[in-house]
């Protein structure tokens, strides 16, 4: 999975993004700034994909879609990222946003699932969970843009190549990013049930465990296939 695309050359738009001004218009606590300040060197908006860089046009859900890299400070953070640092600039920008993670020559792929709230459109709604590559090198080979009919077809295609899960035929991307959720849930209670299993003494109450663990497994199945 590599969901690094080769965005249009019209689309590059190369700006310099002051934390400040994130700050400004989302207001993180102490602990997140202190994030921002000692995770990420610098944030670049790289690309704005919109009806006139893209000639795709947009939709109620999707005006524009941006590309944002943010050039992190120090590889040993690779796997500590705080990911409190993308919710904010995704509550601060009105669009959906794919990121960039970049740290020496390494690179990764990373994003949520944003739309316009029901109830007021121009609130966003923004999922919990990021769906993201590995890493990769910076010179992986970039994919070549879906042939699509509009932005919101363009933002689907990209979100479902970092979702780890085959998407199901005539499935719509909400119904995949929820079924997504309860993998990532399953999976979570299985971990923690395996590690009580672990430490239970008990023959009969490790049989019981075991009979539940098989169950959560048979759910994972289903929802997986």
């Known amino acids: 999975m590599s969901a690094l695309f080769d965005y249009p ?15 400004e218009r989302v207001k993180p606590n ?23 860089t893209t000639n795709l046009p947009e939709t109620g859900k999707v005006k524009e879609i941006e590309v944002f890299e943010l050039a992190l400070k120090s590889d040993k953070q690779i796997e500590s990222f705080d990911l409190n640092i993308l919710r904010c600039i995704d509550k601060a920008i009105a669009h959906p946003i794919i990121f960039h993670l970049a740290c020496a020559d390494k690179i990764k792929a990373i994003a949520t699932y944003k739309r316009p709230s029901d109830a007021d459109a ?41 979702i780890p899960l085959q ?46 663990l098989r169950k ?6 289903r929802l997986q296939a």
């Open 30 to 52: 102490r602990k997140i700034q202190d994030a921002f300040v000692s995770q990420v060197g610098k944030i670049i908006w790289k690309y704005k994909l919109a009806p006139k």
């Open 122 to 162: 121009t609130k966003w709604v923004i999922n919990d969970e990021y769906f993201e590559t590995e890493w990769l090198a910076v010179d992986t080979e970039r994919l070549n843009l879906p042939i699509v009919l509009n932005l919101s077809g363009l933002y689907e295609h990209i979100l479902r190549e970092l």
């Open 9 to 23: 050359k019209q689309a590059e738009f190369g700006r310099i993004v002051a934390k400040n001004k994130i700050y």
């Open 216 to 221: 959560l497994q048979s759910e994972m199945k």
């Open 167 to 212: 998407s199901r035929e005539d499935e719509s991307l909400e119904s995949h990013i929820q079924r997504m959720g309860q993998v990532i849930t399953k999976n979570k209670e299985v971990r923690k049930l395996e590690a009580r299993m672990n430490k239970e003494k008990q023959f009969n109450r490790k049989v019981e465990m075991n009979e539940e």
